[in-house]
Antibody, heavy 121, light 113 residues
Framework: QVQLQESGPGLVKPSETLSLTCPVSGGSINNYYWSWIRQPPGKGLEWIGYIYYSGNTNYNPSLKSRVTISVDTSKNQFSLKLNSVTAADTAVYYC???????????????WGQGTLVTVSS | DIVMTQSPDSLAVSLGERATINCKSSQSVLYNSNSKNYLTWYQQKPGQPPKLLIYWASTRESGVPDRFSGSGSGTDFTLTISSLQAEDVAVYYCQQYFSTPFTFGQGTKLEIK
């Protein structure tokens, strides 16, 4: 059973770069699409972007200029970098796999437990 | 972007009664070549990640109780809980995976009356 768990600093200063990693356990990162999603406290869900194991990416235009998602197949993990952060980037960040079978960009399942990242000086 | 709009924003239903949540997309999420609606429903309880309930608009995920059902096509969709249980208190989200950026509804908070 595939499991994901986000890791990274819980506090980032304004104008700096938010960096998170999502190691994949219980299965291979190969042949799947993987996404990052965020949820500001008390608010709804926003898709940030996805990466295919081969490295192909697609980002939400609302964040595209600040986001980089990368994959390391040797470590079976993928990562998120969001630069020039502000208080508006404070959120719980989730990583998730796209379902529907390998090579499919469908629903999101499973999800990591999420990690709260606060942007504050 | 495809805008997903849920109604109502919040809903209070008595135990054992039916709960109905609606989701409308700003454009069709029906892919004509395979006749599938690229629409999913999630349940989110406090402090937990979203949990997949329904995909392809009406296919129940394995292990999800059969009191949960999804219906609709094109731009209008419904999640129905046929007999509300206490453990169903949560926020429910619809999401389209028809095109990027993938987008979610604003969420519907379901409570016990």
């Amino acid at each position: 059973q595939v499991q994901l768990q986000e890791s990274g600093p819980g506090l980032v200063k304004p104008s700096e770069t938010l960096s998170l990693t999502c190691p994949v356990s219980g299965g291979s990162i190969n042949n799947y699409y993987w996404s990052w999603i965020r949820q500001p406290p008390g608010k709804g869900l926003e898709w940030i972007g996805y990466i295919y194991y081969s490295g192909n990416t697609n980002y939400n235009p609302s964040l595209k200029s600040r986001v980089t998602i990368s994959v390391d197949t040797s470590k079976n993990q993928f990562s998120l970098k969001l630069n020039s952060v502000t208080a508006a980037d404070t959120a719980v960040y989730y990583c998730a796999r796209h379902g529907g079978g390998g090579e499919s960009l469908a629903w999101l399942d499973p999800w990591g437990q999420g990690t709260l990242v606060t942007v504050s000086s | 972007d495809i805008v997903m709009t849920q109604s109502p924003d919040s809903l209070a239903v008595s135990l054992g009664e039916r709960a109905t949540i609606n989701c409308k997309s700003s454009q069709s999420v029906l892919y004509n070549s395979n006749s599938k609606n690229y629409l999913t429903w999630y349940q989110q309880k406090p402090g937990q990640p979203p949990k997949l309930l329904i995909y392809w608009a009406s296919t129940r995920e394995s292990g999800v109780p059969d009191r949960f059902s999804g219906s609709g096509s094109g731009t209008d969709f419904t999640l129905t809980i046929s007999s509300l249980q206490a453990e169903d208190v949560a926020v429910y989200y619809c999401q389209q995976y028809f095109s990027t950026p993938f987008t979610f509804g604003q969420g519907t908070k379901l409570e016990i009356k």
